[in-house]
């Protein structure tokens, strides 16, 4: 398995443009927003960080990692990004620019968790073929 093949997911490459987005609007706000600063940019860095680290393990440990860490995180992010949006922190612009991300991003979760499922149901199928004819040799 390519170990790199992660950065050829569509998912991931919005994560990470989501992350760079969050990095670089979380940077002009207050000091007193730090606590929030951080809780943003390690949900941002969560949710990339975790398709990568996934990608290497077995389908049923990739596909817990995406549906509880990397879609946990990025709820967490939107709303923060919905709070950010409400306290006045950033623009309608920006905020439907995040919204519409996350949005891509958690579809795109949702359709790689149907497509590894499907993969996994397929090789417990075939397993189990397997010793169905070995069985009746």
Known sequence: MDSQGYKKLVVWKNASILRKKVYDLSRRFSKSELRRVSQMTDAARSVKQNIQEGYRQPIGRY???????????????HGDIEDCYEDG?????????????????????????DSLQKKQRQEKFNQESVKLCKSSL
């Open 63 to 77: 596909i817990h990692s995406l549906k509880n860490i990397c879609q946990g995180s990025l709820s967490e992010l």
């Open 89 to 113: 922190l950033i623009t309608k612009e920006e905020f439907s620019e995040l919204d519409e991300l996350c949005g891509k991003t958690d579809y795109l979760f949702s359709k790689l968790v």
